[in-house]
Every structure is written in C-alpha cells, then in structure tokens.
C-alpha cells in the first residue's frame, strides 16, 4: 500500500539552493513551493470550489479547532467527511487546533494530558489533546493532519520554550499511537523551539527520531521580527530530512514566502490574502493597494495592470473602490478572488525561477517592483 503522503523531489535551484518538488496525497499532488488558502470554517471566505479551481488552487486548509466547535466533527462524519462537506475533491490540510485554542479561546488550562478551554463561541468548556485532534481530524478525513502541538508566545523564557518543546514531542507520540488510518491521512509534526538554536536542534531530533511523512515549522510569525524568522530559518531546515515536505506555518506575505523558499520551504498558509480584502486592501505587483481609498473613486483602471484574474479583467478600481465602500459582498469576493490569485500566481513564477536556476534575481526584481527596496 502506497503511503499516504509522498514527496518527490525535482530539482534545485543553483542560484539560491531553493528546491521544486511535488506532494502526492490521495486527493491529488501539489506542485511546491505552494501557497495554500485557507478555509477556517469549511470555506475559503466568499470563494466556491469552482473559482478556487479556476485560480489553480491546489491544496486549501481547514481547522481543527473551528469544526470541533461548529458544527462539530460527528456532523462532518456523518456527511462522509469534510472533501464531501464542502464539495472540495483536491487536497486538504487541518491544523491540530493547538494553536488556534491559544490565540482564540478563553479560560485555557494547558496540561501534560492536553488544553481545557472555553469555546470562543459560547464558552462552553471543552477539551481538547492528542487524542481528540487525531479523533477529529480522522472524521474530517484531511489527506494532512498536524500533530497537537503548542506554539510559545513570542517573547517566551527559554526555560518555558524548552518545556514545552518537551511535551510538544511527548504529545507528537501520542498522536502517533493515536493515529487511526496511518495509510490514507499523512501526519505531519511540528518543529517547535522557539528562537533557539539548541531547542529547534532538540525539537528536531526528537521528531525526526520519530520518522513522519512530513515536517512544519512552527512557533513563527507569532510577533518577532522577520530578520529573527529568517535567521531561524536558516538553522531549522537544514535538521529536517530532505525527501519529506517543509510546512512554514502562518506565514504568506509576498517577501516572506519568496525569502522562504529560498531557505527550502515547500509549503506555505496564511489568512491575509482573505483577511485584508475585507477592508479593501489589494497586493499588487505595484505593492499594496488600498482600493477604498478615494484617490480611486474614478480611477476606471483595472486593479493590477500585469494581473490577468477574473477581477482585473473585467473590473475597475473605481467600481470595487464603490462595491467595499457600500459593503457589497461582492467587492469581497472579487478582491479576495485577486488577492488569492496574486499569491498562487507569485509562487508559480518562483516555481518557474527555481527551474530557471535564478530565484535571487527573480527575488530582486519582485521585490524592487513590490516597493521592498530597504528589505
Ligand atoms: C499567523 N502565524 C502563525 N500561524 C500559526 C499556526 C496556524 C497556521 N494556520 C493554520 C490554519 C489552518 C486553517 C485555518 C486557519 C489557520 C500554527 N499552527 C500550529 N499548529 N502550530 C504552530 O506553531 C503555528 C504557528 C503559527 N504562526
Ligand atoms: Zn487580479
């Protein structure tokens, strides 16, 4: 029987050392790097199944934490699983729920048996731990479940990072035993340690002594400076095997996932792209945009004259400037729609730039267009 999760590897870029690869899951492979949407509650925010195929979406995230407490994952269950659910058939990734109890629950109890916690939504109390994330990302039936980890606060004790990093791989265990069906669902671990050399080093060993078909990065973009995530970066990923994928959790803006995948990364998330389209901020190749502004109020140009998206093909900025400023729903989806096909788009051009052996220059120049000179 195949694995669940395979990763094949293409090529190195001999400019930059970033490297093309693909993940075979049982719904379909992701040609990586890839920047993957994210869906909290089953949906990516105001997007169909159909658009995000039509922007090539290949992997989409959902959650733990959100499906457990809404509608709760016996429901999905029954539906025959969250692909079903939500009528998607490509692949999906589920984080643990670990990360979002800290920075979205009340009330929470850390302990070596897991995370008593107050639901976000009506503050029931609720439990969750190794055990009950793989019990409910097994319902979910995710083709990428995360291990239950805890993510350290930025800035932490190093004696606290250790300890945690500690239980982190206790709990990584547990969810190993725990894991129900090992041949159709990949469970990924994650590396923690926070900003420290010695505690990643720890951290990775005990996961990779463990041998899991693939590896995130977490504990970053949780508040340091992105010099501080680079720099961790560099020391983190080189611990990690090279025939499995690399998961830098949290982290999507354009520099970020270019400097990223440079440092080897293959896979990235992050709720921005859907986030700031709610308040009407664009990314475009001339850097950000913010369409409600009124300098755009009868600018009939389209939102990014180098995109060719549904949005920027038939609208202009004037009209979405109109659409956010009057809450129409469908100003927020038509910058999400552009915002989501900008990043997917800028991860195939560095996908084409690894293969062209010249990510540093392509690096440069997007930077230099993207208004990051001082980066
Ligand atoms: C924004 N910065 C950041 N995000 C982090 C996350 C969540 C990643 N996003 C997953 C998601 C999936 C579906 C819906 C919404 C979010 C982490 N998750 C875990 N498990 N562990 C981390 O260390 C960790 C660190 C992070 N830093
Ligand atoms: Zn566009």
């Known amino acids: 029987m195949a694995p669940a999760i395979r990763y094949e590897h293409i090529k190195t870029c001999k400019q930059s050392g970033a490297r093309l690869g693909r993940v075979h899951t049982p719904h379909g492979v992701i040609e ?23 922007m090539d979406a290949q992997i989409i995230l959902s959650n733990t934490y959100h499906l457990f407490l809404r509608p709760g994952h016996d429901i999905i269950r029954e539906a025959g699983g969250l692909h079903k659910f939500m009528n998607w058939d490509r692949p999906i990734l589920t984080d643990s729920g670990g990360f979002q109890v800290f920075s979205l629950s009340e009330m929470r109890k850390i302990s070596e048996e897991g995370v008593h916690f107050r639901s976000h939504l009506n503050g029931d109390k609720k439990f969750l731990s190794p055990e009950v994330a793989m019990e409910v990302q097994n319902s979910l039936g995710s083709d990428i479940m995360m291990a239950f980890d805890e993510c350290p606060p930025f800035p932490a004790e190093y004696e606290y990072v250790k300890k945690s990093l500690e239980r982190t ?13 090992p041949h159709d669902q990949g469970l990924f671990a994650i590396v923690q340690g926070g900003m420290h050399e010695d505690l990643r080093k720890q951290s990775a060993a005990d996961l990779t002594s463990m041998d899991f078909p693939g590896y995130a990065i977490g504990g970053l973009s949780v508040g340091e400076p992105k010099h501080l995530m680079y720099e961790v970066l560099d020391y983190t990923v080189p611990l990690l095997p090279t025939n499995k994928p690399r998961y830098l959790m949290g982290v999507g803006s354009p520099d970020a996932l270019i400097e990223g995948s440079i440092r080897g990364v293959d896979m990235f998330d992050c709720v921005l792209p859907t986030r700031i389209a709610r308040n009407g901020t664009t ?43 009057a809450d129409e729903t469908f100003g927020l989806r038509l910058t999400t729609y552009h915002n989501l096909h900008f990043l997917i788009q800028l991860m195939r051009n560095v996908r084409q730039a690894i293969m062209d052996d010249r990510l540093l220059d392509f690096r440069d120049e997007f930077f230099e267009q993207y208004g990051l000179h001082d980066n």
């Not at 369409?291 to 389209?302: C, E, I, K, T």
């Open 283 to 325: 990314m475009t190749s001339q850097g950000r945009l913010v369409v409600r502004n009124a300098n755009y109020a009868s600018d009939f140009g389209p939102l990014d004259p180098a995109c060719d998206c549904y949005t920027c093909r038939n609208y202009s900025r004037a009209y979405l400037r109109h659409l956010i400023k």
């Open 32 to 54: 990586t790097p890839t920047f993957m949407p994210v869906g909290t509650q089953a949906t990516v925010k105001t997007m169909s199944p159909e658009e995000l195929k039509a």
């Open 169 to 181: 791989s206790r709990w990584a265990e547990r969810c190993l035993e725990a894991h129900a069906r």
